[in-house]
């Protein structure tokens, strides 16, 4: 019982650092992206021994966080796209 107490506590410390990495992010989301996950918490909140909750949780973290890199990596190339135009605009 012990071994899977602590388990349990593992994947819900997985859980939580990739929460805490999708709040460190939020701001490449549009707005209304959270809420599949918000929902998902809302559930997982009520009945937390319940692992296909949590399971749930992490796979729209997962998707909230490569939806966030995809526009943190679209911005990044129109920043440096937009910066070499201004170098060949300056000569």
Known sequence: MLK?????LKLMRGTRIKCEELAMTMSFLEGGAIKA???ALRKYYEDHDNDSLRE???KEVDL?????DEQRAAEDLIHLVGGK???EEKS
């Open 37 to 39: 996950l918000k929902a």
């Open 56 to 58: 749930a949780v992490d």
């Open 4 to 8: 899977a107490l602590n388990d349990k």
């Open 64 to 68: 909230l966080l490569k939806q966030a």
């Open 85 to 87: 135009e201004t170098e």
